[in-house]
């Protein structure tokens, strides 16, 4: 979590003046945490701070909203009507091109009311830059504090078919992935991109694997079996943090046959994961989709994820 610097140029480009409303703080039971977000503009709005009531009339006072800045507090059970039991203190603030140019590349903080900084925002900015210690969004002493969303996982999807398009529908919206999207000609891939997808046509994809950062995490479903070959070949030999193939036991059985051959341990081969996704789930691309980031985010990989970071 973090303040999405790039998705508020981006609207504010769009659409012109636009209100940034995010999570302050919270207290008791609330439908989003603290730094969650949503981005209002005069006819429409997007992102969530959830809550149903709560964002509603939130998004409709962030349009009438004329002060630069405004902190307001909502009892979430006396005041809306929800059953959260808890209480927010929404930040809302008014952005045009201007303001986001003065946005600070690596951790946005400034007071929700006049005085100068306190102690401890200084001691949180200096970590961010001695230390590289990413504060928590939170409201501190009269500041609000967030550090500027990066995302923390890239994720290579090969292949702009069917499934490809599905996962990358599915999956380009979550926050915290970095989507590199690979396929052997332009025409492959739809006209509309979901925004923040890099998309890269590449007449041999595996001569990428080479340039691709070795923590990264794959999935590999071209329209070409020995596309696939070759790219987990490659994988293996360069290095990864998670590799999937799509595939039916029978293609894996194969290609794992083919793997071996090609130099590869049974223990190196076992890395990489195939089939993907939920076969119960059906075959329609979205199941498949569905399945695989089910996969990929699940607590278990999240761990998995931890300790390869650790190591």
């Known amino acids: 979590m973090g303040f999405d610097r790039e998705a508020l140029r981006e609207a504010v480009r769009k659409h012109g003046k636009v209100t940034r409303v995010v999570i302050a703080a919270i207290r008791g039971s609330s439908p989003r945490e603290v ?41 979430l059970g006396p005041d809306l009507g929800q059953c959260c ?55 501190i002493d009269g ?35 970095a989507i590199t999207w690979v396929d052997t000609a332009p025409d492959r891939f739809p006209g509309t991109v979901p925004a923040g997808v890099a998309v890269v046509p590449a007449a041999k994809p595996a001569e990428l694997v080479q340039h691709v950062p070795r923590d990264a995490e794959h999935l590999v479903l071209t329209y070409s079996h020995n596309l696939d ?8 030999t360069h290095g990864f943090r998670f590799a999937g193939l799509i595939g039916s036991a029978t293609k894996w059985a194969r290609f794992r046959s083919r793997l071996a051959a090609l130099g590869h341990s049974p223990a190196q081969i076992g890395r ?10 059906g075959k329609h691309p979205q199941m498949i989709a569905i399945g695989v980031a089910a996969q990929i985010l699940r607590p278990a990989r999240q761990n998995d994820l931890k300790k390869d970071q650790s190591a």
């Open 35 to 75: 730094g969650a977000a949503m981005l209002v503009w005069d006819g429409g709005q997007s992102g969530t701070i959830g809550g149903g009531t709560l964002e509603f009339q939130a998004a409709e006072a962030a349009r009438a909203q004329q002060d630069r800045s405004r902190l307001s507090r909502h009892a």
């Open 85 to 139: 039991g808890g209480a927010v203190t929404l930040l809302s603030e008014v952005y045009d091109a201007e303001a986001v140019a003065q946005l600070d590349p690596e951790v946005i903080a400034r007071p929700v009311a006049e005085g100068p900084m306190p102690l401890s925002v200084k001691r949180l900015l200096a970590q961010a830059r001695n230390q590289g210690i990413r504060p928590e969004p939170q409201l």
């Open 143 to 177: 500041w609000m504090v967030e550090p500027v969303h990066s995302p923390h996982r890239q994720l290579w999807i090969w292949g702009a078919g069917h499934v490809g398009r599905a996962l990358v529908d599915v999956m380009a919206p979550l926050p915290d992935l």
């Open 229 to 236: 070959l070759e790219l987990c070949n490659r994988l293996l």
């Open 272 to 281: 990489i994961t195939c089939p993907i996704g939920d076969p119960a789930l």
